[in-house]
């Protein structure tokens, strides 16, 4: 009868921890896919994506700033590389429009940043010539419903050093 019993308490005994290690393991296969399911829900859908920005530009030379409109249009390969093209308004002192175009490259590293970087080119006017710099900025994005919105801040650099920052919202479609 104790042989029996022990027979029936170890039989038991290993049961219970077959049965302990497969509930575990469902449970964390479980946990994975849900979590799978997160990530793929947070990350960027290819797409276009239009961006517009108030910014002041900051040229520590002249010290003149200056209030520009930018507007980015970009697409979007996959959630962390875009390319796309930008187009800049520059309201300069002298009374003068400034326009710029630039080649854009974006890389998101996280969800609330986007780094822009890639040539621009300052169209020739009536008070200067044709300006070729290297631009890189950063885009922090909030979501408020289905449009992006948050500071933006970068630099150009070429003949003229320039800072700039301001505003910029977004849409994905």
Known sequence: MKLQFNKYLCSSVVL???SFSSFAQ?????????KQKEEHDEQKEPGW?????GLFIYTPESGDVDPAIEIHLTYWTNHKWAFGAGYSMVFE????????????VSY????????????SFSIP???????VSAYTEGEFAFDV???????????????EFRFFGGWHFSYEF
């Open 108 to 119: 998101r590293p996280s969800k609330f940043l986007t780094v822009n970087v890639g040539p």
């Open 125 to 131: 006017n009536s008070h200067k010539d044709l300006e």
């Open 26 to 34: 469902e449970e964390h296969k479980q946990k994975e896919e849900h």
């Open 93 to 104: 002192k002298e009374g003068e429009t400034g326009h710029e175009l630039t080649g854009l």
């Open 145 to 159: 419903g289905s449009v992006h919105m948050g500071p933006t801040v970068g630099a150009l650099v070429g003949e």
């Open 16 to 18: 219970f921890f077959l």
């Open 49 to 53: 994506e239009l961006i517009t920005s």
